[in-house]
Every structure is written in C-alpha cells, then in structure tokens.
C-alpha cells in the first residue's frame, strides 16, 4: 500500500514528465483517499494543472470547486488567479474577469512581485480579449 509521500510524489512525476492522462487518473484517486490531508497550495496546484492540460470539462469542474476550497482555506492571489483561469475555460468570462482583478489588486505592489504582477496582467488582457489561455 502505497504512503500519502510516495502517492505526491507520483503525481509529481507525472505532472513532470507531462504524462497528463495519467496525473489525472492519479490525482481523482489520490484526492478520494486523501482529500482531507491536502493542503491549499496543493489544491491549487493540482486545480492549475488539471485546468491547463485535461479537455474534460467536468475535470475542470472538479479542479473548481478543489480551487474554491483552496481560496477559502487561504484567500491567495495565486489561489483566485487559478479560480478565475478555471472560471475561464468554463466559459463564465465575466467572473474570471472580475476574479482576475481581484487577484491582481492583491498582490502587493513590491519590486518582488513585479513578474507576478505582469503575468497575471497579461492572463487579464488574453481574458478581455477573449483569447485562448493555457
């Protein structure tokens, strides 16, 4: 039997080698069994990467509401970007876009966080524009 280490470390893997279809067998199963011992960075990452690689939309639903539970958990701006991306590719543009917003006005305005900021402009203007995001 397999330990909740060696399980993260799977998907890890597969979320590295880009083995998609097999992150997303791997992280429906894991979250069955550990669900409750995930944290909120590792809800929004594996919400992110099911978001940007799977076509099933209800794995996109899935990764949303893992998301959600992730935002309440810890209102991150990293946490609501991913909230707004997924809302996104749901087609509910007005609500990404809002969230997008959101996400942005939270960052802190430091030098540090200066690439941060211009990325998640950048995911903002594709959102207006209605372009494809990934």
Same mark, same amino acid.
């Given at each position: %039997?397999?330990?909740?280490?060696?399980?993260?470390?799977? /998907?890890?893997?597969?979320?590295?080698s880009k083995s998609y279809d097999l992150f997303e067998q791997g992280v429906q199963q894991? %979250?069955?069994?550990?669900?409750?011992?995930?944290?909120?960075?590792?809800?929004?990452?594996?919400? !992110?990467?099911l978001g940007r690689n799977t076509r099933d939309t209800a794995l996109v639903r899935q990764?949303? *509401?893992?998301? &959600?539970?992730?935002?309440?958990?810890?209102?991150?701006?990293?946490?609501?970007?991913?909230?707004?991306?997924? /809302?996104? !590719? /749901?087609?509910?543009? *007005?609500?990404?876009? !809002?969230?997008?917003? &959101?996400?942005?006005? !939270?960052?802190?305005?430091? %030098?540090?966080?200066?690439?941060?900021?211009?990325?998640?402009?950048?995911? /903002? *203007?594709? %959102?207006?524009?209605?372009? &494809?995001?990934?």
């Open positions: %039997m397999a330990t909740l280490i060696t399980e993260k470390f799977r /998907l890890q893997w597969y979320q590295r894991f %979250m069955k069994q550990y669900a409750h011992q995930v944290d909120a960075s590792e809800l929004n990452s594996f919400a !992110r990467s990764a949303l *509401d893992w998301c &959600e539970r992730a935002v309440k958990e810890k209102p991150d701006p990293q946490f609501i970007g991913t909230k707004a991306f997924l /809302l996104y !590719r /749901l087609g509910d543009t *007005d609500q990404a876009i !809002r969230l997008q917003e &959101e996400a942005i006005s !939270r960052i802190e305005d430091k %030098m540090e966080n200066k690439y941060q900021i211009e990325y998640q402009q950048k995911l /903002l *203007d594709k %959102m207006k524009k209605g372009e &494809e995001i990934r």
